[in-house]
């Protein structure tokens, strides 16, 4: 196969495994962590008015989500990239990066989360994926 039509395949496979991760742990971190009474949780109009009822426990399944969407997304392309292994792994990163902050900008979260998400949850989990990805 081509390496530049491979190494698209890869990203948008890495993009689309990792966004399957991400959805996935989102909708069980729902049904193990249930939203607080009253918030209605299935809108951004919703979070965003009962956002202030969160408590920390709220928020270790959306950074799992994030964290674990990104090492699977960079892993996965790392792994089938024909070349440039990790530039594809942190492309994957920047991507999801992308999402965190404009998340950000829609759903109102607390200040430790909101750093802790974009520093530790996005291009050091590509790291990480693309090393493990590309390791013989």
Do not use: C, Q
Not at 10 to 32: D, E, K, P, T
Not at 42 to 66: D, M, N, Q, S
């Amino acid at each position: 196969m081509n390496p530049i039509v491979r190494n698209i395949l890869a990203v948008i496979l890495g993009w689309f495994l990792g966004s399957v991760v991400n959805m996935g742990l989102v909708m069980i971190g729902s049904s193990v962590i249930p939203a607080p009474a009253g918030m209605d949780n299935t809108t951004v109009e919703g979070l965003k008015a009962g956002a202030h009822l969160l408590e920390t426990k709220h928020f270790i399944f959306p950074f799992l989500a994030h964290a674990l969407g990104t090492l699977v997304g960079a892993f996965v392309a790392a792994k089938f990239a024909a070349t440039r292994k990790m530039t594809f792994a942190l492309v994957i990163g920047a991507f999801f990066l992308l999402g965190g902050i404009a998340m950000m900008t829609m759903v109102p979260a607390p200040t430790w989360f909101s750093i802790l998400d974009l520093v530790v949850a996005y291009l050091p989990m590509a790291w990480i994926g693309g090393y493990l990805g590309s390791a013989r």
